[in-house]
């Protein structure tokens, strides 16, 4: 929501003061802005499809190796 809420909010002055005040300047921002606006949600919806989710109590555990630091004495 808040990406698509982000899109909304580049996409309103674009076309305000890009579109129909005739800047060329902040409609070529603002295409170039939509665009990566779109990319990111598009992204984003690609991660939550991709990524299969499990629920905590069944999620294997995770370890941490602590490796010891070899240090010179001289």
Not at 47 to 70: H, I
Request: net charge neutral; hydrophobic share 55%.
């Amino acid at each position: 929501m808040i990406a698509v809420a982000k899109w909304i909010g580049t996409l309103a002055p674009t076309i305000a003061f890009g579109a129909l005040a005739g800047s060329m300047f902040i409609l070529g921002l603002g295409i170039l802005c939509s665009v990566f606006d779109l990319a990111y949600l598009g992204l984003l919806i690609w991660a939550r499809q991709s990524r299969e989710l499990e629920p905590v109590d069944r999620a294997p555990a995770r370890t941490l190796s602590v490796t010891a630091v070899e240090t010179s004495t001289p």
